[in-house]
Every structure is written in C-alpha cells, then in structure tokens.
C-alpha cells in the first residue's frame, strides 16, 4: 500500500517556503490557487513562463518542417512553442534542445514528450551547440535561440543555493557537474579578484567594500550558505535586514542589497560569458542562409555581448540584417515582473558569398 505523503508543517497561515508551497507543486488539483498567484504576477514554484514568447515566435519564424535549436530548455516554454509549429499537421520538424542543469532536463523532456522523436534533448553546455548538431546528424538549422540566465525552478528551489532570499547552500551551479559552487569561489578568490568579478560581471557600486567584507568574515568562519554571504553584504552596506525591510515596504519592489553579489557570483561560477562568447562565434556557421538567431539577454554584460557579437556580424556580411532591442510590454512585465529586464536581440543569417 502507497502510504500519501504528509505535506510539510509550516507555522502562521500561508506556506513561505518553496518546500512548503503544496498548493503550487500540485497546480493541476488547484487550478483556482494557481490562477490567484498568477493574477498577482508570480510564477509558480517549480514552473517557469517564457519570456517574450510572441515575440520570439515572430522572430524565428517557425514552419512546419523546420530544424530548429533551443540552447536554454529549462522549462521548455519556447520549446512547446516551436514544436507545435514545427510538426504541425504531423510534418517532421526537429528541435535540437540543450541545457545543463541535470535536474531540471529530465522533466522538461517529459513534459514534451507528446513531441515524441521531434525532440532531441542534450545536456550539454551551448558552448557546444556545434556538437549538439553533429550529434544530431544536422549541419544546418532554421533557426537558434538561447534565453539566457536562469529558471524559474532554479531560482526558486533554496537547495540551488541562487536566491538571497532564501537560505540555503551556497552552490550556484546550474550544473551540478561543475567543480567549483559559489561557496568555494567565496573561500578561495583573493580580494581584488573578489572586487573586479563585483565590477565587472554585476557593475555593484560597493565592489571594494563587500570584497573586504568577505575577505574578513571568511577568516572567522566559512562562508557556506546565502543567509551568510547575504549577512556579509549587508554589514559592508552598514544596513540591516530590519531597515532595509522597512525601507523597501515604502519604496515597493527594491534591488536586494546582496542581489548583484548573487548575480555576479553565479555568472563566474557558471562561466556564463565564457558560454555566451563561444556561442555567438559558432552560430552563424550553423545557421542556413536566411537562418534566424534570437537572443534574450537580462543583464547589460550579456546584451552588449549580444550586440556588439551581432553588429561585427553583419559587418563582416555574416549577417543581412539585425532586429531589437526588443523589449516586454508593459502588460508582461506586470504579469511576469522575472521579464522586465529582458531584451531580444534577433539576426538574419546572410545568404551571400559568405553567408551561402
Ligand atoms: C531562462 S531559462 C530558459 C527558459 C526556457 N526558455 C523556457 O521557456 O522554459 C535558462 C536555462 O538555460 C540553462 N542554461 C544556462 N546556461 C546554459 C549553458 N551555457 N548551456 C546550456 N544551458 C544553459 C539553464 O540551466 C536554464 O534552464
């Protein structure tokens, strides 16, 4: 006999943590629960909403037969999107899907499986989008995308260690075969490699301060979990958790003062410039004549990334034209605040000498 599982306890009258949030980990028996969160702009747990879905859409241009790569699956959004074009009227399209977070993969692969051999799913990082294709038996596609950073899931789930406002592990590893989580970075970067990666990957104003901060809490003890590293920024910002709960009641929604640590400290353990960089060389090599790329970047290292990658592109007549900064409409951001920084950048692959 099956024994049910008992939902966790939780104190007061709403569940706060995501382990707690029964209702929404089984949004199927309460749709009505559901539809109250989303009204109220909130995803799910353990679901995400793709961003700029109509626009990504129009951009890749999706026909029935097409050949076609998501890089970034996670919860497979776009991915449904694509396929339903692509096999249309049973016609035998292929999406070429990749991600690397192991956990996440399998479920997104059986949420789709009504897609049947339509859908070749990979873990692999999109670095390696060339072997991705060569796996798959294709040389050309119709069509990349990448929507960059992370899910819904990943960020939600506290034993992903990538909210600051949950405790938990301070992992940041999207890929849990990395070597190093973000603990380990924590414990190991020296200070003025601390301060630059603060700079350079999350333009945080109190670089110096909190690198030092790190530095001399570290030597007291390890820095292990988000509550403490959180802890760390916000005495470098000589600013409580009390004061700046206060503050942000008034103010509405606020920027969490350790958010841009997060940020930073997940881009390096995830090497996601590194990925980003790799990808933007190899895509047009992959892409047919007439090929359609579209990016969707969060953070302003990524989208100068994405345009400078596009505009030396077309320069060079590897690209026939450029479309974006497409941004979320006023109504998406509302519904899904995760949206508001986004922006989707789109090329059209040249089908000249050197596009042909
Ligand atoms: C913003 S989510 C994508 C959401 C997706 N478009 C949807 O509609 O559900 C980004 C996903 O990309 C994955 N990812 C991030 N960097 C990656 C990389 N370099 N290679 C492969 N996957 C990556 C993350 O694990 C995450 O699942």
Redesign the pocket.
């Known amino acids: 006999m099956t024994v049910p599982r008992r939902r966790p306890r939780y104190s007061g009258t709403h569940p706060r943590r995501f382990e707690q949030r029964y209702k929404e980990h089984a949004a199927a028996a309460y749709p009505d629960h559901a539809q109250h969160l989303r009204a109220k702009g909130k995803t799910l747990a353990g679901t ?4 700029l ?1 109509d626009e990504v859409v129009r951009a890749l241009a999706p026909q029935p037969g097409g050949c076609f790569v ?11 999107a694509l396929l339903e074009r692509i096999t249309a009227g049973g016609a035998p399209g292929r999406l070429i899907a ?4 192991g956990v ?2 399998p479920r ?1 692969i059986a949420r789709l499986a009504e897609f049947g051999p339509a859908l070749t799913a990979q873990r ?5 989008i060339a072997k991705a294709l060569e796996r798959a038996g294709v040389a050309q596609v119709d069509g990349i ?10 960020l939600d789930d506290p034993l992903r260690g990538f909210s600051v406002k949950h405790d938990g592990p301070l992992d940041l590893r ?2 849990d075969r990395l070597a190093r989580n973000g603990a380990d970075l924590v414990a190991t970067l020296a200070e003025d490699e601390l301060a630059e990666l603060l700079r350079e990957l999350a333009d945080e104003p109190a670089a110096a301060a909190i690198a030092r901060a790190i530095v001399a809490a570290r030597q007291q003890a390890a820095i292990k979990t988000t509550r403490a590293l959180a802890d760390v920024v916000f005495a470098a910002k000589r600013i409580s958790r009390a004061q700046w709960r206060a503050a942000s009641v008034g103010a509405g929604r606020t920027v969490h003062p350790a958010a841009r640590t997060f940020q930073a400290l997940r881009v390096a353990v ?3 410039l590194g ?2 960089a790799a ?1 933007l060389k190899m895509a047009p090599l992959l892409l047919k004549p007439g090929g359609r790329f579209a990016v ?1 970047s ?1 953070q302003r290292g990524e989208e100068e990334r994405v345009a400078a990658a596009f505009a030396d592109g077309r320069a060079r007549g590897l690209y026939s034209e450029l479309h974006g900064p497409l941004r979320p409409t006023a109504e998406e951001r509302r519904s899904n605040p995760r949206s508001s920084s986004a922006r989707l950048r789109i090329a059209v692959r040249a089908a000249g000498p050197s596009g042909a």
């Open positions: 995400h909403l793709p961003v879905l998501d890089c970034t699956l996670g919860y497979g959004g776009h991915a449904r990749l991600d690397v977070d996440e993969l997104a692999l990082r999109f670095a390696g995308l990448a929507d960059l950073g992370v899910s819904s899931m990943q999207m890929d995830n090497d996601e990925n980003l990808l969707i969060f």
